[in-house]
């Protein structure tokens, strides 16, 4: 049964972060400086298990969740992430499984992810010139081993394999040429994401964002492109394919082109806090009912009237914040 929001966006997805800790430190999401040593990150008695997820993922699905995004932190430091794909691939109703990650354990665990129904992958990865990825990530690990992640991923058949590349201006945009011939023909679909203001723990200033005309532009100038269509509903990247046949790129534009009109997704926390926007201060929390002997019925309540409130709209409103107002991490959400 479809359910719709203030200004009737249906739910249609959900993204699920499975942990709040991740193997690198890329300063836009989880800078050292703040998450460093000291950072106390969840308990593992805190995070949802498997079993929960399962459970709720399942009442979603009857709000009429279609797809579900498995996110972090970096997911597949969770262990025995397969044995909840295939929990989740087992509900009648889900049509589409998908991953994001940063692919460093990926080449080891793509088949079995596939095997378990998984569906499809997303990779980030914001440099393929090894200098630039080591400062980006804040991580002696090398850029190979995200591309081999890539590689065996293909080889999965976990199709299409995105890999989406978040730009800042005078860190990493002089890499999206490079990127663009590193990754056409090979059946990659590559995704640029501007710089948003997710969270408060990265110092985000507008002069680093590189917006999606840009992009676009300085894409054409090597290899014309032609658009594809306008996203559907609840599809947040733009598309163009390569007029040579050899791909396509999209961006996500939120900044400069705000899509929250349009926007039909929900985050689940890793410990069970559902989150409406992914610049939402505060998150429903799901766990202690559900631990508490909630029924199936009763957790469906509790999202249904949640969403039928939401208002959300940050982008379209970011001239507006006031600039203090709390915010959830991304690296807590998944992005």
């Not at 980006?136 to 995105?162: F, T």
């Not at 996500?252 to 009109?261: D, G, H």
């Not at 929390?285 to 508490?292: G, I, K, V």
């Amino acid at each position: 049964m479809a359910t719709f929001d203030q200004l009737s966006r249906p739910l249609r997805d959900l993204r699920v972060s499975v942990t709040d800790r991740c193997n690198f430190r890329c300063r836009y999401c989880m800078p050292r400086e703040v998450f460093g040593r000291e950072y106390r990150f969840l308990d593992r008695s805190e995070v949802l298990t498997y079993e929960e997820i399962e459970r709720l993922v399942r009442i979603f699905v009857g709000l009429g969740v279609g797809k579900v995004r498995l996110t972090g932190g970096e997911p597949l430091i969770r262990r025995d992430l397969p044995v909840l794909v295939e929990r989740l691939a087992a509900i009648d109703g889900l049509d589409d499984l998908t991953l994001t990650t940063n692919g460093v354990l990926l080449a080891d665990r793509a088949a079995a992810l596939e095997a378990a129904g998984l569906d499809r992958v997303t990779i980030s990865l914001d440099s393929i010139e090894p200098a630039s990825f080591r400062l980006i990530s804040d991580s002696s690990i090398p850029v190979e081993r995200v591309l081999e992640g890539i590689d065996a991923a293909l080889a999965a058949g976990l199709a299409p394999v995105k890999v989406n590349v978040v730009l800042r201006r005078g860190i990493n945009d002089d890499q999206i040429l490079p990127m663009v011939r590193r990754f056409r023909g090979s059946g990659v679909v590559l995704r640029f994401i501007e710089y948003m203001d997710a969270g408060r723990s990265h110092g985000w200033e507008l002069e680093q964002v590189v917006p999606a005309e840009e992009i676009i532009a300085r894409i054409d100038q090597e290899f014309p492109l032609e658009a594809i269509e306008e996203p559907e509903l609840g599809r947040v990247a733009r598309r163009w394919r390569m007029k040579d046949g050899a791909g396509e790129v999209g961006v996500i534009a939120s900044v400069s082109q705000p899509f929250c009109r349009g926007c039909t997704r929900a985050r689940l926390s890793p410990e069970g806090r559902l989150y409406l926007c992914l610049f939402a201060g505060t998150g429903l929390d799901l766990r202690s009912p559900l631990r508490q002997g909630a029924s199936d019925e009763r957790l469906e309540a509790l999202v249904r009237r949640c969403w039928a409130v939401r208002s959300d709209r940050y982008s379209e409103l970011r001239s507006q914040d006031g600039g203090d107002e709390p915010r959830v991490e991304m690296s807590h959400i998944g992005g």
